[in-house]
């Protein structure tokens, strides 16, 4: 959006005779409490939800009564600013936040629009374990009956899994139901042999891609052939290879249509990855490597084909510069940001496309859902090559992804190879270093700690040598993270000896063995996310007390 159409909506706004549930102005002149904005954050997005609109607002600098713009310095400071959204995230459930932050300047004056999304269709956003809501301009607890007819509302259907009954199996490549087939059994060699004996409808229907009402469209998406794409006409069932200079002028291009279970594969061997050479410290010889990793290569793709929203027409892009590949497709990207997929050890609560999403993993053409994206990081990470780069737009609800094909400075090629062994966020923060990106503050803290940074904001680059003393490596020690596992271990046999734990009880047992590079903050998240993993998808641990006091027992226990 312009500054001009969101002054319009601004405007819109102010003139609404009193506030409503999804709307809060607030003077906020100075400074905000946090813990009350969180409670508006929480009470916007669930009454958005129940009148069924998209987001809500929350603005500072107007004045609650007369709508009258009075200003704000709240977060002046671009880069405090830019740390709110994650601040939030971490006290809410499911990790939501802000859709986006505008600084609009009206009658000379500055405004701050966040923009709250509504409640997901049947998960109320609770703000550090509490539902908030409102009864006109008052706020308190979202009322029982609210939290219940929001977690009775049915999700958004999938639009992948809506049957199109003029299609039919002769709508089908033979050539992708063979190799759909083949890969289903590589899948599952287990049932090889009864595979054998299914006919095309009952490999379909086992992928999900098939009911008693007929092929849906994710059928027809992966498998049909390429005149089926008349049957959904209001998609754009292409994918673009487009070939640019080092000026952005297209020099070539390829369009790839139905099947994309064939088709990816070939859009993916069309982009020209030739060998890259670079001269290791420690050696007299060129390491040489592919420029691009073919497993990151497939996964940014068919991640593009599973998230992609279809009913909106775009195609996919697959855009090849010279020394960098850009995937790009039309959607909304569902979790909170890229941050919440890295950092959460289960997979996300919901899918856009969850039909095409299921066939995709069957066929072996996705990781498991939750989990390719946290696998092309560390895939780019021990290649020692800059890390993946998302630029999402929620607005024109466009998702970009960069994968660059060489080394961007070869000092963070030198601190992956031979410094310590460094936590992913770490790595993260190295890479946004090197490519000149802003770094938080206490990021910062702990990089310098490590020595693996120097100089000051906002001439921040990477260390040129890294140290191989006795006592650096001692320190590396002290700041590495143990193994997960270890931790695990460490609360089951707490549990078995002592029967349940509260939440600080296991505070006090893991805090001094994380990791001394991570803040007190990024320790409680390390936790919580371990005991949500345990619960959710090792299953040895539950809940037996509730959100605020939490009392921690073994699965097994009633």
């Known amino acids: 959006m312009t500054h001009d159409d969101l002054l319009m909506i601004l405007d819109e706004l102010r003139a609404m005779p009193v506030e409503t549930e999804w709307l809060e102005f607030k003077e906020a002149k100075r400074n905000y409490d946090f813990a009350k904005l969180g409670r508006y954050f929480s009470s916007i997005a669930n009454e958005a939800n129940l009148k069924d609109r998209e987001y809500g607002w929350l603005l500072f600098g107007v004045e609650d009564k007369s709508h009258e713009i009075v200003g704000t310095s709240y977060r002046s400071d ?31 004056k500055r405004v701050l629009m966040l923009q709250v999304p509504a409640a997901s269709k049947g998960a109320p956003v609770a703000w550090d374990g509490h539902y908030y809501g409102r009864d006109g301009e008052s706020l308190g607890p979202l009322s029982l009956d609210e939290i219940e007819r929001i977690r009775q509302q049915r999700p958004q259907p999938d639009w992948s899994a809506v049957p199109v009954p003029e299609a039919s199996i002769d709508d089908l490549s033979s050539e992708a139901l063979q190799e759909a087939r083949r890969l289903y059994c590589e899948r599952n060699p287990h049932l090889e042999d009864e595979v054998a004996s299914w006919d095309d409808p009952a490999l379909l229907k086992k992928l999900r891609l098939m009911t008693d009402q007929g092929l849906n469209r994710a059928a027809l998406i992966l498998l049909g052939k390429s005149e089926a794409a008349s049957l959904l006409p209001e998609s754009n069932l292409q994918i673009s290879w487009i070939v640019q200079d080092r000026d952005g002028i297209p020099i070539d291009y390829r369009h790839f249509g139905l099947p994309f279970l064939l088709n990816s594969t ?175 503050e206490n990021a910062l803290k702990q990089l310098r700690k490590l020595k693996l940074v120097e100089g000051r904001k906002p001439n921040v680059f990477l260390s040129a040598a890294v140290a191989q003393k006795p006592e650096d490596r001692a320190t590396y020690t002290k700041h590495r993270a143990l193994d997960k596992d270890y931790y695990k271990q460490l609360i089951l046999q707490h549990l078995q000896q002592f029967g349940s734990a509260s939440r600080a009880d296991i505070d006090r047992l893991l805090y001094d063995k994380l990791s001394s590079a991570l803040t007190d903050e990024q320790k409680t998240n390390q936790i919580r996310n371990l005991l949500t993993e345990m619960r959710a998808k090792d299953h040895t641990i539950q809940n037996i007390g509730n959100n605020r006091t939490p009392k921690w027992v073994l699965s097994d226990c009633k």
């Not at 971490?90 to 000379?108: A, M, P, Y």
């Not at 070869?410 to 062994?421: A, H, M, Q, V």
Request: with cysteine; proline share 7%.
């Open 78 to 108: 671009p880069k405090q600013l830019e740390s709110l959204k994650k601040e939030v995230a971490d006290k809410t459930s499911g990790r939501i936040t802000f859709l986006d932050i505008f600084e609009v300047w009206g009658d000379g």
């Open 266 to 440: 070939q859009a993916i061997a069309a982009v020209r990855n030739l060998t890259y050479r670079y001269m290791p410290d420690d050696s007299l010889f060129p390491t040489e490597l592919p420029k691009y990793d073919g497993w990151v290569l497939r996964e940014a793709l068919h991640n593009c084909i599973a998230h992609q929203d279809y009913s909106l027409g775009g195609k996919i892009n697959l855009v090849e510069k010279p020394d960098e590949l850009i995937f790009n497709n039309l959607a909304d990207f569902i979790p909170a940001d890229v941050s919440t997929v890295l950092n959460q050890d289960v997979p996300p609560e919901r899918y856009r496309n969850p039909a095409l999403a299921h066939a995709m993993v069957e066929l072996k053409m996705m990781d498991t859902i939750g989990s390719g994206i946290k696998r092309m990081f560390r895939a780019q990470r021990q290649r020692f090559f800059p890390l993946p780069e998302y630029n999402i737009d929620r607005v024109s609800k466009r998702v970009e992804v960069h994968i660059i094909g060489q080394v961007l400075d070869e000092k963070y090629t030198r601190l992956l190879k031979n410094g310590p062994d460094l936590p992913l966020d770490m790595v993260i923060w190295l890479d946004a270093v090197q490519k000149k990106k802003s770094v938080p």
